[in-house]
């Protein structure tokens, strides 16, 4: 399976689509802010930041070379804490590089939108670990995660420009984009 899309292309793509859903956090943000506590507003501002770090420098957060270690070492000192015959085991139980992240932005977002970050997230760190790993068979499966990174960026800079349509317009916009899906 080839990929049509550079290294290049897809940090702009997984860039773009980083600030685009936190326009898309910070346009839901705005809506309930008054009913979060003074806690909540600080702890989503601190998320709106991270996620603005995240946009970006993606590579700073899912790259093979940046997180790998960390990632063993949190797998390795669980199972030597727990006592597990599998180390295997512990790298679906401590957080991965998507998890972390996620967890971090949390607060900006609620319900579909969290969801939606979290699979652009995994999106992200699949490309990113497929194409580099020593199997033939991860790196096969690089372009496909490439081309998913592509489409929801394109996806979610149309929600952007359906979120900052004049409201009159709005429900007219968003009903020509369900429409087209």
């Known amino acids: 399976m080839s990929c049509r899309y550079t290294e290049k292309d897809i940090y702009v793509a997984a860039g ?28 989503a501002g601190r998320a709106l930041v991270f996620m603005d770090d995240v946009a970006a420098e993606p590579a700073k957060y899912f790259s093979r070379a940046n997180t790998q270690d960390a ?8 199972a030597g804490h727990k006592n597990l015959d599998d180390i295997a085991d512990a790298y679906y139980i401590v957080e991965d590089p998507q998890g972390i992240v996620s967890n971090k932005a949390a607060a900006a977002m609620q319900g579909e939108l969290g969801h939606e970050f979290y699979r652009f997230c995994n999106a992200v760190q699949h490309w990113e670990y497929d194409r580099t790993s020593n199997k033939d068979i991860y790196r ?17 800079q149309e929600l952007v420009a359906i979120s900052q349509t004049n409201p009159l317009l709005r429900p007219i916009k968003q009903l020509l984009h369900n429409f087209q899906r």
């Open 16 to 43: 773009s689509g980083f600030a685009n859903l936190k326009k898309l956090a910070r346009a839901d943000l705005k809506k309930r802010w008054k009913t979060l506590t003074r806690e909540q507003k600080f702890a």
């Open 71 to 78: 990632w063993c070492f949190r797998a390795e000192y669980f």
């Open 140 to 156: 096969a499966t690089a372009p496909k995660f490439a081309n998913e990174i592509v489409e929801m960026s394109k996806r979610y």
